[in-house]
């Protein structure tokens, strides 16, 4: 079989370069998270893309949506809730690295910020379990939605993750980050809401 796939890729050295660069992409998404395309931007960097795709701030209501979501802990939490804060939606998965290495300071600014901003998280695991296992490892300070895809279909596509999307005190859509977000970052992207 081996002998087989070296003679092929003799033969057919466009196909073995085409086969080698999938092979890479697929490696690099499964290491990092995101797609290498995606790496190549400045990480944090405002994804124009989804305002021009017909996503512009301050075209959709978080609050006024009342959108209701399910916890991974079986509680729901209602968008209008957050009447009053600030919101911070995550989208992450517990195999993301760039998306683990962004919660602490998630949590640290959701614990210290807990009157002004609420936090939300939303796994894109396939596995609920995934979830319930990572987060006895790594608490969340802020409430986890199991693959809830519904804002991407108001606010824009969901690319790579991590993703966060921002919304200002009176729900309106503020824009996204795609890529991590360090706490510094993140600390100046509230300022602005």
């Not at 509680?75 to 993301?96: E, M, P, R």
């Not at 807990?114 to 396939?126: A, K, M, N």
Request: hydrophobic share 45%.
């Amino acid at each position: 079989m081996i002998v087989k796939i070296k003679n092929s890729l003799k033969k057919h050295p466009i196909q073995s370069l085409l086969l080698i660069l999938l092979l890479a992409y697929g490696a690099t998404f499964a290491f990092t998270g995101q797609c290498p395309l995606q790496r190549m931007s400045s990480p944090g960097k405002q994804d124009e893309l989804a305002v021009a795709a017909g996503s512009t701030a301050g075209a959709f209501n978080l609050h006024e949506a009342a959108m209701t979501f399910e916890l991974v802990d079986d509680q729901t939490l209602n968008s209008a809730d957050f009447a009053g804060k600030a919101t911070v939606i995550n989208y992450w998965a517990t195999w993301c690295g760039p998306c683990v290495r962004e919660i602490p300071a998630f949590n640290n600014i959701a614990t210290e910020l807990e009157s002004e901003v609420q936090f939300v998280g939303i796994s894109l695991d396939q596995d609920v379990g995934a979830v319930h296992g990572f987060l006895k490892r790594m608490p969340i300070a802020y409430p986890v939605v199991h693959g809830d895809l519904r804002l991407t279909q108001l606010t824009g596509p969901i690319r790579s993750i991590p993703t966060t999307l921002f919304f200002d005190s009176k729900g309106n859509y503020a824009g996204k980050v795609v890529g991590m977000v360090n706490e510094s970052q993140l600390r100046k992207k509230l300022k602005q809401l």
